[in-house]
Nanobody, 118 residues
């Protein structure tokens, strides 16, 4: 079992920055990839960025060049640095952890609201 707790959301003006943090606890040694997803009202949850245990990153086209995902394996924390925020980035952001032990297990945080005003 893995527990994920996000923090760092809030209200920011367009063009501003926020940094989200996600602290993992429990069986963190088993985690393969961690990532951030977001869900805006009336829309499906979508991948924002993810990072493997080896540090390989993957970004949605809409955030490429503006967002940076990083991971501190020693502290079991994953960060999402968000720069040049746009109103369309407004959503609830969820932390995600994936464990693959023959079968894939996914864990989710409770979500943190990010609101970007124009």
């Amino acid at each position: 079992q893995v527990q994920l707790v996000e923090s760092g959301g809030g209200l920011v003006q367009a063009g501003g920055s926020l940094r989200l943090s996600c602290i993992a606890s429990g069986s963190t040694f088993s985690i393969n990839a961690m990532g951030w997803y977001r869900q805006a009202p009336g829309k499906q949850r979508e991948l924002v960025a993810d990072i493997s245990s080896g540090g390989r990153t993957n970004y949605a086209d809409s955030v490429m060049g503006r967002f940076t995902i990083s991971r501190d394996n020693a502290k079991d924390i994953v960060y999402l640095q968000m720069n040049s925020l746009k109103p369309e980035d407004t959503a609830v952001y969820y932390c995600n952890a994936v464990i693959v032990v023959g079968v894939l297990y996914e864990y989710w945080g409770q979500g943190t609201q990010v609101t970007v005003s124009s």
